[in-house]
């Protein structure tokens, strides 16, 4: 069999290099560079494409040893809305072929292309390189569109046309959970074989339960604080406004919480270049509890696990998610989850032992859990436990090894193809 020496990572619309947290950059982000720099550290080059969004940067940037960033010029060099990429996707790919023209023939052994835009460059280059496509949707239009949050645009025909020809090209599917497996056999059609899952992981270096009052002091978070936590891009689809008003139905029902009350946002508008959360700041102020209130900027994630560890719940009360990094990170740092029954949230927190899932978006419902958990301390502590010890099943290790399993199917079936 051939020896797998060289990947071709694909993210056309969000760069590795980004800080996760605001724009378009999320999870994904996180996930193709932890992958990456866990596959060099096991000999396995890894080139990381994405579109070229800047003049600042070279052609190609080092992210770490082993892995590179190579910047493809395809429109102009600033950020575009993601609705206007499918235009720029014949000069990303003929820059992606290019690039990959200027090496030996069989430069690269496999590619992996995340997101259903980055699977139609990695679809032209799969025939081309004639190497196996792995690719990873994070997240699919079918099952968006069947949970908008009011006033979130569905997504357009042309995505979901886009998805099912990955789905048609792909050697293999990598599904974040068996939900989501499910989902691309079901509402895509995809051969079973085509469908593995795993699990993307949490850096559990980063990530680690210390000390809550250390953390609330380096952070200046005053120590007699009940404090919630949002973190993540703020847009409808995680409904961070479903906090901001569960806050409310909290002081109306409990008006002594007021004075002790902290509900902490850390993150950035998603996708529209503004740096402020502004609607939600205008909710909080409009539903009266803008004094418990605070924002914060996107962050480098070792500060962020300072921001878990100083809270007593995480609260992600998404429409829709495809796994929910967030609320791995923070059971890891020992604190327990309050998320929507949704997607890969299901799979990421443990209900009634690591966290609760909630039903349903109704804020009401999200106050009363927060209350009955704020008032019974040993039952946060004993939810704490378990979300640390749940969270260990999160590795990126893990997630590497099980991603190498599918990378070897997917180039010894090419392999056996081509000898056939
Ligand atoms: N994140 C970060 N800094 C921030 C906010 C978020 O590094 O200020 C990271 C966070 O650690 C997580 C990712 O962004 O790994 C968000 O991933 P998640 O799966 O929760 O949501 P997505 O963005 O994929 O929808």
Redesign the pocket.
Known sequence: MSRLARVATISVHTSPLD????GDA?????YIVEVAKRLAERGIEVDLFTRATSRALPPDVELAPGVMVRHVTAGPLEELDKSELPRQMCAFTSGLLRTEAAHEPGHYDLIHSHYWLSGQAGHAARLRWGVPLVHSM?TLAKVKNAALAEGDAPEPLGRVLGEQRVVESADRLIANTADEAEQLRTLYDADPHQVQTVLPGVDLRTFTPEDTEEARHRLGVPQDRAMLLF???IQPL?APDVLVRAAAALVEREPRLRERLLVTV??GPSGSGRTRPTELVELAARLGVADVMRFEP????AE?ADWYRAADVTVVPSHS???????V?SQACGTPVVAAGVGGLRTAVRDGESGVLVRGHDPVDYARVLADLLGAPGRLRRMSAAAVRHSRAFGWQTTVDRLLEVYTQAVGERAMAASA
């Open positions: 800080q996760p947290g605001t999320g999870g994904m982000n996180v994070h973190v993540g891009r995680k850390v993150g996107p962050c480098p994630q962020l998610e495809s796994f929910g990094l967030v609320a990170e």
